[in-house]
């Protein structure tokens, strides 16, 4: 997006500076001109105003792990990639089948994991889940920085027990700012989710020692900040990744991309 904004913004300054060629236009097509134009304009304009939320996010991701960092300074020094992640009862998307997998470590109220999510999710969703070559776990390691990022969690997984974790999971990051109970109970019933049902779920507290359990392994393991996803290769009918790679933080596509074509690529004989 960048480079497609950056791009029309040259065009249309190159547009204004160029001298102006006399050539006889009609009135009606002036003004399809001039319309044309305000159009591209409002659109630079939204264009730059999503930028200047995606700096704001990755300030926030920033200044988040120098608090972490600040609190543990021999944390990240003390990580190791894990030999294996067990995922069982973790939510999945994908094939049963598929041998090669992602797991997400996030937090629902995380800048940049709402970043990855609208950036980087919807390529490897579409390009490697969709198309059956991985599957897609998703663990929670709510950060304590953030108030509603437990309750989001609970929300999602009490969204599960009516077969629609995923769709929670998407309205929660697609809009990070309305996270408290009211706001996501209204989201819910967007979904068609039965009200009642999840009230109950929520409110009786059940996937509280689930959430927190995933936490703790995530920092056994030394993670440290959110997102942080392993990537590996997993066998028909089991709960266990073996780790091949570590990706800390939301890289851009082509660093998921690089390493999972690197798994799926056929062996060698």
């Known amino acids: 997006m960048i480079g497609k904004g950056y791009g029309r913004l040259v065009l249309l300054f190159v547009a204004l500076l160029l001298p102006p060629i006399h050539v006889p236009i009609a009135k009606g097509q002036q003004q399809e001109r001039e319309e044309a134009l305000r159009k591209d304009i409002a659109s630079l304009r939204k264009e730059v105003q999503a930028l200047g939320e995606q700096q ?71 390009n490697y889940i969709k198309t059956g070559k991985i599957k897609y776990f998703f663990r929670d390691l709510p950060m304590p920085m953030h108030s509603h990022a437990i309750p989001a969690a609970r929300f999602a997984h009490c969204a599960g027990e009516q077969g629609r974790f995923w769709e929670m999971h998407d309205t929660l990051f697609s809009n990070q700012k309305a996270l408290t109970e009211k706001e996501v109970s209204l989201r819910a019933q967007a979904l068609g989710l039965d009200g009642a049902k999840l009230t109950q779920c929520f409110t009786s507290d059940r996937y509280s020692d689930d959430i927190r359990k995933s936490a703790a392994e995530a920092q056994g393991i030394g993670i440290i900040g959110t997102p942080t996803f392993f990537v590996g290769v997993v066998e028909p009918n089991s709960d266990v990744i073996s780790v091949k790679r570590t990706i800390p933080g939301a890289y851009p596509y082509l660093v998921f991309k690089s390493y999972l074509d690197e798994l799926l690529a056929p062996k060698k004989q």
């Open 56 to 126: 704001k996010q990755i300030i926030e991701q920033l200044n988040e792990l120098k608090r972490l960092l600040q609190a543990n300074p021999t944390a990240s020094a003390s990580f190791q990639q894990p030999a294996n992640v067990d995922v069982h009862g973790a939510p999945f998307l994908g094939e049963s089948a598929a041998r090669v997998a992602i797991v997400e470590y996030g937090d629902f109220e995380c800048p940049a994991c709402g970043a990855y999510w609208h950036e980087v999710y919807p390529q490897i969703e579409t």
